[in-house]
């Protein structure tokens, strides 16, 4: 079994504030998936990275894939109330297009 | 990307009774998932749904106490039975998507058993 072991595990700081967010495996995979999830939403997919050493953009979001595939993270420069949610990584596992997902960070960020 | 809907959006049930909750994609889709997700932490996986075979569960979830349909491409429904208390959960169907597998939500269905 593929696990995902996402850390911190909870996290609250200010507007304005930068911080990362990280997924580890002992496994390496085909490529990795971030999601979001805002209270009473189903999660919505932010990015993928496939490529090792791949480092995509989104706004102030920027996510990072490990050069062996096993990690990745996100960071989030000058976070916005927005930013607040349940931040999840996956990746493929098991085949027919299931993933794993991992444990979760949950973001807040306050005025 | 996907549409998807679910309905009801929450409920609360009494013990001893069944919940059928209903997923609707606004295109067709060969796989469906169904999770159960505690608030504020990940999703597990209950079974997979493909159109016209039997869905495929993980292992804690049975067939007896989840019963899916999926009698089309565009739609599908996930029983809880015989509910209790452990029941209460948030259950959410995907759709997967796109060349790496993505998946796209419904919004959930909170449950309450009490």
């Known amino acids: 079994t593929q696990l995902l072991e996402q850390s911190p595990q909870f996290l609250s700081i200010q507007e304005g504030e930068n911080l990362t967010v990280y997924c580890n495996s002992s496994?390496?995979?085909?490529?990795l998936q971030w999601y979001r999830q805002e209270p009473g939403e189903g999660p919505v997919l932010l990015v993928t990275?496939?490529?090792?050493?791949e480092v995509k953009k989104l706004k102030r979001l920027t996510f990072q894939f490990g050069d062996a595939r096993k990690d990745s993270s996100l960071h989030i420069t000058a976070a916005q109330p927005g930013d607040t949610g349940l931040y999840l990584c996956a990746g493929p596992s098991g085949g027919g297009n299931k993933l794993t997902f991992g444990t979760g960070t949950q973001l807040k960020v306050e005025l | 990307s996907a549409v998807i809907s679910q309905k009801p959006s929450r409920d609360i049930c009494q013990r001893g009774t069944s919940l059928t909750i209903q997923c609707q994609v606004d295109s067709q889709v060969t796989m469906m998932f169904w999770y159960r997700q505690q608030p504020g932490q990940s999703l597990t996986l209950i079974a997979t749904a493909n159109q016209g075979s039997e869905a495929t569960y993980e292992s804690g979830f049975v067939i007896d106490k989840f019963p899916i349909s999926r009698p089309n491409l565009t739609f599908s429904t996930l029983t809880v039975s015989n509910m209790s208390p452990e029941d209460s959960s948030i259950y959410l169907c995907s759709v997967a998507r796109d060349t790496f597998g993505e998946q796209y939500f419904g919004p959930g269905t909170r449950l309450t058993v009490t």
């Open positions: 990275v496939v490529t090792g050493g």
């Open positions: 496994s390496v995979f085909s490529s």
